[in-house]
Antibody, heavy 119, light 106 residues
Framework: QVTLKESGPGILQPSQTLSLTCTFS??????????VGWIRQPSGKGLEWLAN???????YYNPSLKNRLTISKDTSNNQAFLKITNVDTADTATYYC???????????WGQGVMVTVSS | DIQMTQSPSFLSASVGDRVTINCKAS??????LNWYQQKLGEAPKLLIY???NLQTGIPSRFSGSGSGTDYTLTISSLQPEDVATYFC????????FGSGTKLEIK
């Protein structure tokens, strides 16, 4: 059974770096075709894709945020990570990680973690 | 970058109604289009992948169709538990979500 769970700092100040962790089970990032993506959603608003990482360490980033994003993985510990530098109040959102399965992206999602950027 | 235009933004329908939600891509996305349901306070859930493939465990009243730039999610007979916001996602080139359709029962 596939599960994912996000963790993060909860609250941070403008200009800091946001570090998020996705801990998953039921699949492996060493398996051909598998990946993990990050998506965020400001309260009451729509979904924004941020970044993906695949089993072979290939990475895709949202072009509008690319300069601020770094995605990485720890295959042996079943974790994926996302860092966002120089955060602003506009980065306040619920952040989700989701599996990229063999057939399609984002077939399983974590419950999400709320992140607030405030001074 | 591919843009996704989703319509309508808001939809009110009666139990038993047939409901359709549309997504239009700014260029051909070759059927790489998923549909998600998000209930209040929950994470999105995959309903349909690659235009017309029903995800395991999803009721058969949900279906998808389309090609090229135009795609549709259909609920054949609306049920009270279908109250949610629905999003499309193109994964032909990078990924882009539609803006969402909030569905309520009349």
């Amino acid at each position: 059974q596939v599960t994912l769970k996000e963790s993060g700092p909860g609250i941070l100040q403008p200009s800091q770096t946001l570090s998020l962790t996705c801990t998953f089970s039921g699949f492996s990032l060493s398996t051909y075709g598998m990946g993990v993506g990050w998506i965020r959603q400001p309260s009451g608003k729509g979904l924004e894709w941020l970044a993906n990482i695949w089993w072979d360490d290939d990475k895709y980033y949202n072009p509008s945020l690319k300069n601020r994003l770094t995605i990485s993985k720890d295959t042996s510990n079943n974790q994926a990570f996302l860092k966002i530098t120089n955060v602003d109040t506009a980065d306040t959102a619920t952040y989700y990680c989701a599996r990229i399965g063999g057939r399609t992206p984002f077939d399983y999602w974590g419950q999400g973690v709320m992140v607030t950027v405030s001074s | 970058d591919i843009q996704m235009t989703q319509s309508p933004s808001f939809l009110s329908a009666s139990v038993g109604d047939r409901v359709t939600i549309n997504c239009k891509a700014s260029q051909n996305i070759n059927k790489y289009l998923n549909w998600y349901q998000q209930k209040l306070g929950e994470a999105p859930k995959l309903l349909i992948y690659n235009t017309n493939n029903l995800q395991t465990g999803i009721p058969s009243r949900f279906s998808g169709s389309g090609s090229g730039t135009d795609y549709t999610l259909t609920i054949s007979s609306l049920q009270p538990e279908d109250v949610a916001t629905y999003f499309c996602l193109q994964h032909s080139s990078k990924l882009t979500f539609g803006s969402g359709t909030k569905l309520e029962i009349k």
